[in-house]
């Protein structure tokens, strides 16, 4: 069985400064581990995913993750946090033997003061 | 480009009523289809998906049901609502083929069972 876990309900952090939403998995193989963003009354957008390759990986909006096999973790990460990053953040795991099934956490507030 | 629709937007009904709820997607062919529920504070749950048309899996037992009948629609539907139903229902599709796992949302139903 897969399953992620994000520690955090919200995270508060103030415009300008670095941001960090925390995830960790557990899968019984190798993972595909996604992030998505959710804005209010509104589905989720796809924003970047770790399939292979560079640990580090870069998608939308200026936002970073890093896989950390030892530490079973794919924290989201940004330099410099906007007001407009104010929403919710879900992780997600899926393994090739599961298909295209994502397993999601159960998401981090993120809001961001002046 | 690929486009994927939803609606109704919001939805309130009496208990014991029954549901359908529609998704379709555009500009791709055989996609993978799924419908989640997010309630109130929580992460996603996944109830149904399919890879083709007629072909669903469930994922959870519950009230509900799903239907495929053509390539790109994808229906939930109740015979009669409880309240707990009520949530936000998402329907997202991924390719069947060539970059897998990346799950495209729908801007969601509100459910709302009174």
């Given at each position: 069985?897969q399953s ?6 919200q995270v508060n952090?103030a ?8 995830c ?12 998505y963003v ?8 796809f924003?970047l995913?770790?399939?292979?390759g560079d640990n580090l990986?870069?998608g939308s909006y200026?936002?970073?993750?890093e896989f ?5 973790s794919?924290h ?6 906007h007001?407009?990053?104010a929403?919710?953040?879900f992780?997600?795991?899926?393994l090739k033997?599961?298909g295209?099934k994502l ?11 002046p | 480009s ?17 549901l359908?709820l529609e998704?379709?997607v555009?500009?791709?062919s055989?996609p ?7 309630a109130?504070?929580r992460g ?5 998906y399919?890879?083709g048309?007629?072909q669903?899996?469930s994922?959870?037992p519950?009230n509900?049901?799903?239907s495929?009948?053509q390539d790109?629609q994808f229906?939930?539907s ?7 139903d009520s949530?936000?229902?998402l ?13 495209y949302f729908g801007a969601?139903?509100r459910l709302s069972?009174?």
């Amino acid at each position: 069985a897969q399953s992620v876990a994000q520690p955090e309900d919200q995270v508060n952090v103030a415009e300008g400064n670095p941001l960090t939403v925390k995830c960790t998995y557990s899968v019984s193989g190798n993972p595909y581990l996604f992030w998505y963003v959710q804005y209010p009354n509104r589905g989720l957008q796809f924003l970047l995913k770790y399939i292979t390759g560079d640990n580090l990986v870069k998608g939308s909006y200026g936002f970073e993750a890093e896989f950390n096999k030892s530490q079973t973790s794919f924290h989201l990460t940004k330099p410099s946090a906007h007001m407009s990053d104010a929403a919710e953040y879900f992780c997600a795991v899926s393994l090739k033997s599961s298909g295209d099934k994502l397993t999601f956490g159960t998401g981090t507030r993120l809001a961001v003061r002046p | 480009s690929q486009t994927i629709h939803q609606w109704p937007a919001t939805l309130v009904q009496p208990v014991g009523s029954p549901l359908s709820l529609e998704c379709t997607v555009e500009g791709t062919s055989n996609p993978n289809l799924y419908w989640y529920r997010q309630a109130a504070g929580r992460g996603l749950q996944l109830l149904f998906y399919s890879v083709g048309i007629g072909q669903i899996s469930s994922e959870v037992p519950q009230n509900l049901s799903a239907s495929r009948p053509q390539d790109r629609q994808f229906i939930l539907s109740s015979k009669k609502l409880l309240l707990s139903d009520s949530g936000f229902y998402l329907c997202a599709w991924s390719q069947s083929s060539g970059i897998k796992n990346i799950q495209y949302f729908g801007a969601g139903t509100r459910l709302s069972v009174l």
